[in-house]
């Protein structure tokens, strides 16, 4: 092995085992000591490829949040395409935003649904500088999601799917973070196959929600 492939695979190592510890742990509660441990790898190791923990963690998440949003932008030009000018639906552009990201989540052999919950983790606590990392990365994907959305709704008030669209963040992140919320209401009596860890049923079952919230009939607010 060379030494280009050498380093190419220890950085891939770092990086695969970062992702699954910040998932597990979350990004404060991880230290460099443990990531190069798990890794097999010492300090210097990440100190070359990463310089820091702030940036191994937004190499993490930029390696898989580029074929991501690409994947975003793809499924809404062949969306735009085909409608030839006339407003999408508004259960295509929830698919196509949310959908994507739900997909990835089932994709377990690509690491996707290690990812997913790691973003998912990452957007309910996120970091100062995570925070202003994921807007420059958002930015084109958001920017066309969100004129489709003012296209598709255009009886809505602008503030207002802004409003429910960051609801429809807040939902999906805590949803994909894998938390134990739904467990501490056991006492509902939650089928087995009803878990939060089928994401087969996850899928339909958040999609349904998220697009009844952005078809809600608008609040009536107090003078």
């Not at 990365?137 to 489709?148: D, P």
């Amino acid at each position: 092995m060379s030494e280009q492939q050498a380093g190419a695979e220890t950085r891939a190592r770092i990086l695969d085992t970062a992702e699954r510890l910040f998932m597990a742990q979350g990004y404060e509660r991880t230290s460099l000591r443990q990531i190069t441990g798990a890794a097999a790898v010492n300090l210097a190791a990440v100190n070359y490829h990463f310089d820091s923990k702030e940036n191994l963690l937004r190499e993490v998440l930029r390696r898989r949040l580029g074929a991501l949003n690409e994947e975003r932008l793809r499924v809404l030009d062949a969306l735009e395409r085909a409608a030839a000018g006339r407003p999408l639906k508004p259960s295509q552009i929830v698919d196509g935003f949310f959908g994507a990201l739900l997909r990835m989540a089932a994709a377990e052999e690509s690491g996707g649904r290690t990812f997913v919950r790691l973003l998912g983790r990452t957007l309910t606590d996120p970091a100062e500088f995570v925070q202003t990392f994921l807007a420059e990365e958002y930015r084109e994907v958001m920017e066309r999601y969100k004129a489709a959305l003012f296209l598709a709704l255009p009886g809505v008030p602008r503030a207002e799917i802004v409003w429910r669209f960051h609801f429809m963040l807040g939902a999906t992140s805590y949803a994909l973070a894998g938390t134990d919320a739904l467990r501490i209401v056991t006492d509902w009596q939650i089928e087995a196959e009803d878990v939060i860890d089928r994401p087969d049923r996850l899928q339909p079952r958040l999609m349904s929600f998220l697009l009844g919230g952005l078809r809600a009939p608008l609040p009536k607010f107090s003078s």
